[in-house]
């Protein structure tokens, strides 16, 4: 899979991701995207029920592809939507745990380098 970036600004904003499966194609609009993951180099959206679906996408793409205002960047595996989040609680060494309404596949622990900055973009709208 090679690495698609994206320049924001030069890009119409994204509705959904094409989704190929089990010979169907279909859509998932992103307004339905609970968050992003990475597992063993394969990306997957799970949506807000629950439902896991791999894209033929890095996960820096979808990044850029997002929108930064209702998607966050937690670490290098992990994008989640704003919606998603279900409660947020401290954790050690001055990091956060998000519990998010949806499965996740590990626990999704903020960086301590990051937390001011996710703190903030939960206060912005």
């Not at 030069?10 to 279909?26: C, D, L, M, N, V």
């Not at 394969?42 to 929108?67: M, Q, R, W």
């Not at 949806?102 to 206060?123: G, H, T």
Request: charge should be positive.
């Amino acid at each position: 899979m090679k690495d698609q970036t994206i320049d924001k600004a030069a890009h119409k904003p994204q509705i959904s991701f094409t989704i190929r499966a089990e010979g169907k194609i279909y859509f998932v609009l992103v307004e339905n995207i609970a968050c992003v993951y990475l597992e063993e180099e394969t990306a997957y959206l799970v949506d807000f029920s629950g439902n896991k679906h791999s894209i033929d996408k890095t996960v820096n793409c979808l990044e850029n592809l997002l929108p930064a205002q209702q998607f966050y960047r937690i670490n290098r595996q992990t994008i989640i939507n704003r919606k998603a989040i279900k409660e947020i609680a401290p954790y050690f060494n001055q990091r956060l745990v998000l519990h998010l309404i949806v499965s996740a596949p590990e626990q999704i622990i903020v960086p301590r380098l990051k937390v001011r900055l996710f703190l903030n973009w939960m206060e912005s709208a």
